[in-house]
């Protein structure tokens, strides 16, 4: 994801849709966990949550930076908001185009 040819936002979207498809959908209860271990230094997944955290913080700050991504927008927020989208298409009835939706409905509003 340091492609520094391609839109700050749309790495952003990739790396947020990629890891949250591929991970937080998966695993039930792995969003709270996640949630859990970035604020407790003493939990076992708190340094993979924290390198996570970074990573999206550089692409994060990379949106910002080109003015593609509100400034007071944080990683925290967008990884939150990423894990409660996961958090709903985890929950039976949820139909197999919700996730693309809601994480576009969300990326337009994380733009500037």
Same mark, same amino acid.
């Given at each position: ?26 695993? &039930?209860?792995?969003? &709270?966990?996640?949630?859990?271990? *970035? ?6 997944? %708190? ?10 913080? &550089? ?23 990423? *894990? ?5 298409? &985890? %929950? ?5 185009? *919700? *996730? ?7 990326? %337009?509003?994380?733009?500037?």
């Amino acid at each position: 994801m340091n492609d520094s040819s391609d839109d700050g936002d749309a790495a952003l979207g990739r790396w947020l849709l990629a890891w949250e498809d591929a991970e937080a959908r998966t695993y &039930q209860g792995l969003p &709270q966990s996640i949630l859990n271990a *970035l604020d407790d230094d003493t939990s076992e997944l %708190h340094t993979s949550c924290a390198t996570m955290r970074a990573a999206g913080a &550089q692409l994060l700050q990379r949106a910002q930076d080109a003015g593609r991504i509100r400034p007071e927008l944080t990683i925290y927020e967008a990884i939150a908001l990423t *894990l409660g989208l996961a958090w709903t298409t &985890q %929950h039976h009835g949820s139909p197999p185009d *919700l *996730l693309p939706r809601l994480f576009d409905t969300a990326m %337009h509003g994380m733009a500037v």
